[in-house]
Every structure is written in structure tokens, then in C-alpha cells.
């Protein structure tokens, strides 16, 4: 049972364009999210992140968006950079627990 | 200040062995979890160790088991090695039970781990 999923297995984005990449999650109980970036034979890398008692968040080019009653969330990259090509996972938490239930990954591909 | 650290990077071994992966946390991070990555499950939850005590555990057989140490660093253990054994295994440290609220887990590079 999946209980977080990206359906883009892949996302390919001219350079300057906006990237978005979504998520959705089936669990109510989860009410901590997160973004990250992975590149091959390495580990995630923590990008943004969002709490259920919000609807935004914002860190430089990356913001996050939560539709609760949707339950469902998108990663927006803007601009986008070709540093930004990477598989990108989306993730989820309950307060007080540390397991982080992982969706499937979106390879993003940013063309010059 | 330095990020999760792990050894070894890479282990081959053969089935019926045993390995141990060990994780160093960032330095004041108590909270240690343990994932696995295959190409077929994704990323998935093995454990979690605060303040030596294993918190939270996931879906995995009692071949996979872990320990913490009074320094934070954590070692993970997985014996009678399968075949499908083979994967990516990435530790996390967070502050978690430090600081109240939600708190994000940083991973290390991982243990590419091939089984013959």
C-alpha cells in the first residue's frame, strides 16, 4: 500500500521555466512533509519542508504548497536551473515520529 | 560542521554472511534512522535509535537489526545475507527529541551493498 506517490516518474523543464512536482498521500495521520533532492549514489539532501498547520512555505526558489482536504502537496522550482536535475522525493511524518514514509521519486530534467 | 557520515561506502559479500554499516550522526543530533533504497520499494524505513533505545521499526525481518552507542553513532547489522539484500542503505540524524516540533532527518552518503 503506497501511502505517498509521485505519478511523474519523469518531469523535463526548459532552463528559466518553472518546475512542479507533485505528490499526494493517503494517511491522514500524517502531518509533516518533506522535499528532497537525490542524485545517484548519494544520499537525499533535505530541500524544504511544510507542517500540516500551514498551506506555504518558501525558501528561495523553492516553495512548497499543502492541499490538505486534497491531501496533496507540489514541490515549485523557479526559476529552474540544470543544477536542478535530480530525482526529487517527496515525504511524509507524524509528530513525534521519525519514520519518513517516501514516495517513488520524480527524475526532474532541466534542458538548456 | 560536518554531515552524516558512513562506512563503508561499498561492501560486497556472499549469501549467509553477515555485514555491519556503521553511521556517525552530526555532531548534537541524537535521533538515528535507518533506510533502505532498492530500485524495486523505493526508499523504505528500517529503524530509528534515540538515546540507545530503538523507537520506531518498520516492515523488515529480525535479520535486520541495529544498536546506538552513548555517542549517537549507530551501526546497523543484517545477517544471513539474501540476495535481495543488496540495496542502498542510508542512515539519517535529526534533532528530534531535542528540540519539540517537527524536525528534518539528514542523510548520509549511504553503504552500496551487493550480495553474491
Known amino acids: 500500500d503506497q501511502q505517498v506517490k509521485q505519478n511523474s516518474p519523469s518531469l523535463s523543464v526548459q532552463e528559466g521555466r518553472i518546475s512542479i512536482l507533485n505528490c499526494d498521500y493517503t494517511?491522514?495521520?500524517?502531518?509533516?512533509f518533506l522535499w528532497y533532492k537525490k542524485y545517484p549514489a548519494e544520499g537525499p539532501t533535505f530541500l524544504i519542508s511544510i507542517s500540516s498547520i500551514k498551506d506555504k512555505n518558501e525558501d528561495g526558489r523553492f516553495t512548497v504548497f499543502l492541499n490538505k482536504s486534497a491531501k496533496h502537496l507540489s514541490l515549485h522550482i523557479v526559476p529552474s536551473q540544470p543544477g536542478d536535475s535530480a530525482v526529487y522525493f517527496c515525504?511524509?511524518?507524524?509528530?513525534?515520529?521519525?519514520?519518513?514514509?517516501f514516495g517513488t521519486g520524480t527524475r526532474l530534467t532541466i534542458i538548456p | 560542521k560536518a554531515g552524516v557520515t558512513q562506512t563503508p561506502r561499498y561492501l560486497i559479500k556472499t549469501r549467509g554472511q553477515q555485514v555491519t554499516l556503521s553511521c556517525s550522526p552530526i555532531?548534537?543530533?541524537?535521533?538515528v534512522s535507518w533506510y533502505q533504497q532498492t530500485p524495486g520499494q523505493g526508499l523504505q524505513f528500517l529503524f530509528e535509535y534515540f538515546s540507545e533505545t530503538q523507537r520506531n521499526k518498520g516492515n523488515f525481518p529480525g535479520r535486520f537489526s541495529g544498536r546506538q552507542f552513548s555517542n549517537s553513532r549507530s551501526e546497523m547489522n543484517v545477517s544471513t545475507l539474501e540476495l535481495g539484500d543488496s540495496a542502498l542503505y542510508l542512515c539519517?540524524?535529526?534533532?528530534?527529541?531535542?528540540?519539540?516540533?517537527?524536525?528534518?532527518?539528514?542523510f548520509g552518503p549511504g553503504t552500496r551493498l551487493t550480495v553474491l
Open positions: 494517511n491522514s495521520m500524517f502531518d509533516y
Open positions: 555532531s548534537g543530533h541524537r535521533s
Open positions: 515525504a511524509a511524518s507524524a509528530l513525534g515520529n521519525e519514520k519518513l514514509t
Open positions: 539519517a540524524s535529526s534533532l528530534a527529541g531535542l528540540i519539540s516540533g517537527y524536525n528534518e532527518q539528514f
